[in-house]
C-alpha cells in the first residue's frame, strides 16, 4: 500500500467536532440521493436537492458560531443553494467566502460488496458513500472552521459560505446566484474552494490550475428503423463505424492524443518541473488492471498529462442494447456522450466551435450527425498568491502532518473559480480538498478520508484568522 493511513496532530476539539457532529450529519446526508439536475431531469418535484439543503442548513443553524445566519435560497427552476453568513468578530475586517456544492454524481458503477451510494459506511478513516467527499463535507468543514475559531475566541472576518447545487452539471444555476447575492458576497479578500484534490494524505494541497471541461452528445443516424445485420449488413453503414470515425476526428485512437489543434495550449514550464520528484505513482492511485499500459513516459508527465491535456471520455450510450438483449440487427443509430477535458488556459467557448465544426462538417457517408453540447466550463489558473495566504496553508500543513503543503493542477474542473476569477480579478482564490487517492469522486467506492477533511478544516480556520490580522497593504 503506497499510502499508509495517516495520524495527523489536529486539534483534539476539532477531532471531537468531526467525530460526534459532523460524521453523523454527514452520513445522513449520504443517504440522500440528491443527484445534480444533469442526471436526475426529475430533480425539482423528486426534492433529493431541497432535501440535502435544508439538511445543511439545520445542521448550521444548531453551531456555535457568534452572528450565524442560514438559509436556503431557492427560486422555481433553479437550483438551491445554501448561504451561510457570519458577521467578522469585534474590530476584525475582511470577507471571505468559502464555496463548496451538494449535489452528487449518479452511483456510475457496481460499489464493492457491503458498500452503495446511499448507504454510509464507516471504515477506519474513510466514509464510504457517494457525495461524502465530492462534496457533502465542505459546508460542514467551513462552519466547522468557525466554530473552532469562535471557542477559542480567535478573531475572525465576516464569512460567507456558499454551497450550490447544480456544479456537477457544469454550474448553470451559478451565475445567477452569484448576481443576485452579489452585495452580500462583496468583494471578497479571500475565497477558499473546498471542491478540490490532493495526491496524497500526508500534507495539504493547494491546487495551482484545473482543466476545463465540454460535455456534448454526439449522435450518428443511419435508418429511420433498425433491419436484419445479415440483410443490410454490408450495404448500409453501421452508425457504430461512422460514430468511430467521428471519434477518430477528436482524438487518435491508437494514442489517444486529442486531435484539434485549438484545443491544445503550451504547458507552462514550472509544470512539468512541480511535476518532478512528487510522489504519485498512477498505477496505485487507479484502479488499473494488471498489465494496462498507461500513457505518459514518467509519472512526472502522467501529472502533466493528467492537469494540462486535453483528454476525451465517453461516458455514455444510447441505441445500443445491453448484451443479453443485443440481436441480429443493424441499428438504427448510435449516439454517445463525451466529456472532453481542457487545457487550464483554453478558452471553452472557442473550442466548442472547434468542436462542433468537427463533428458536423462533411458528415461520414452523408449520414445524419446531431451534435449538443452542455454549458461549456472553462479551466482555471491560480492566481498568484500572497504570503499571508501561503503562508497560513503552510503553517496549518505542517503543524497538522509535519509536511509542508505540496502544489499540483488537477484534472478536474470547478466552474465557480473561472467565474470567481472573471469577477473579482486579483482576489486571492485558495482550491483545496480532500479528493485524494482511492477517493473515487464519481467512480463507485467514493469515500472521504476523514483526517484529510479534519487538516482542511483546520486549514480553513487558520486562513480565516490569518484574514483578519494580516497586514493590509498601505493606501
Ligand atoms: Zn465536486
Not at 326 to 331: A, I, M, S, T
Amino acid at each position: 500500500m503506497a499510502h499508509p493511513e495517516t495520524h495527523p496532530r489536529i486539534e483534539e476539539s476539532l477531532r471531537r467536532l468531526w467525530e460526534e457532529d459532523v460524521v453523523p450529519a454527514l452520513s445522513h446526508y449520504t443517504t440522500i440521493p440528491c443527484l445534480s439536475p444533469a442526471f436526475d431531469a426529475d430533480w425539482e418535484h423528486g426534492g433529493h436537492l431541497a432535501t440535502a439543503a435544508a439538511l445543511l442548513a439545520n445542521w448550521g443553524r444548531t453551531r456555535r458560531v457568534e452572528g450565524l445566519f442560514v438559509e436556503v435560497v431557492a427560486s422555481a427552476g433553479r437550483t438551491p443553494i445554501v448561504l451561510a453568513e457570519a458577521a467578522g468578530t469585534k474590530g476584525a475586517t475582511g470577507t471571505v467566502l468559502i464555496y463548496g456544492h451538494l449535489d452528487k454524481q449518479p452511483p456510475l458503477g457496481t460499489w464493492r460488496e457491503g458498500l452503495g451510494p446511499f448507504s454510509p459506511v464507516r471504515l477506519g478513516e474513510r466514509l464510504y458513500g457517494r457525495g461524502t467527499a465530492d462534496d457533502g463535507y465542505a459546508f460542514f468543514a467551513a462552519l466547522g472552521a468557525l466554530e473552532s475559531l469562535d471557542a477559542a475566541g480567535t478573531p475572525r472576518p465576516r464569512v460567507v459560505v456558499l454551497v450550490e447545487a447544480s456544479e456537477e452539471s457544469g454550474s448553470p444555476d451559478l451565475a445567477a446566484h452569484l448576481d443576485a447575492h452579489s452585495t452580500r458576497l462583496g468583494r471578497p479578500d479571500l475565497v477558499i474552494c473546498l471542491d478540490s484534490g490532493c495526491l496524497s494524505y500526508d500534507r495539504l494541497w493547494l491546487t495551482s490550475s484545473l482543466r476545463g471541461n465540454l460535455v456534448a452528445t454526439v449522435g450518428v443516424q443511419v435508418l429511420t428503423e433498425g433491419v436484419h445485420s445479415g440483410s443490410a449488413g454490408g450495404v448500409v453503414p453501421t452508425s457504430f463505424r461512422l460514430l468511430r470515425r467521428l471519434l477518430d476526428r477528436l482524438e487518435d485512437p491508437v494514442t489517444g492524443e486529442v486531435r484539434l489543434e485549438e484545443l491544445h495550449g503550451d504547458v507552462p514550464p514550472q509544470v512539468a518541473q512541480g511535476a518532478e520528484g512528487v510522489d504519485w505513482r498512477a498505477a496505485d492511485v487507479f484502479p488499473v488492471v494488471p498489465g494496462l499500459t498507461l500513457a505518459g513516459r514518467s509519472e512526472a508527465e502522467r501529472l502533466v498529462r493528467r492537469s494540462w491535456l486535453p483528454s476525451l471520455t465517453v461516458t455514455g450510450i444510447d441505441g445500443i442494447p445491453s448484451v443479453r438483449d443485443g440481436g441480429n440487427v443493424l441499428r438504427p443509430s448510435t449516439t454517445v456522450k463525451i466529456s472532453l477535458r481542457l487545457p487550464p488556459s483554453i478558452d471553452a467557448t472557442r473550442a466548442v466551435t472547434a468542436l462542433e465544426r468537427v463533428l458536423t462538417d462533411d458528415p461520414p457517408e452523408g449520414a445524419a450527425v446531431s451534435v449538443h453540447v452542455e454549458t461549456p466550463a472553462n479551466g482555471w489558473v491560480a492566481p498568484a498568491l500572497e504570503h499571508w495566504v501561503t503562508d497560513a496553508f503552510a503553517e496549518t500543513s505542517m503543524e497538522v502532518f509535519g509536511n509542508p503543503p505540496g502544489s499540483l493542477g488537477e484534472g478536474g474542473t470547478i466552474p465557480f473559480l473561472a467565474m470567481l476569477g472573471a469577477r473579482y480579478p486579483g482576489v486571492p482564490l485558495v482550491a483545496t480538498g480532500v479528493l485524494g487517492p482511492g477517493s473515487n469522486a464519481h467512480g463507485p467506492n467514493e469515500f472521504l478520508h476523514l483526517p484529510m477533511a479534519e487538516a482542511v478544516t483546520a486549514a480553513t480556520a487558520r486562513l480565516l484568522a490569518a484574514t483578519a490580522t494580516r497586514s493590509r497593504p498601505p493606501g
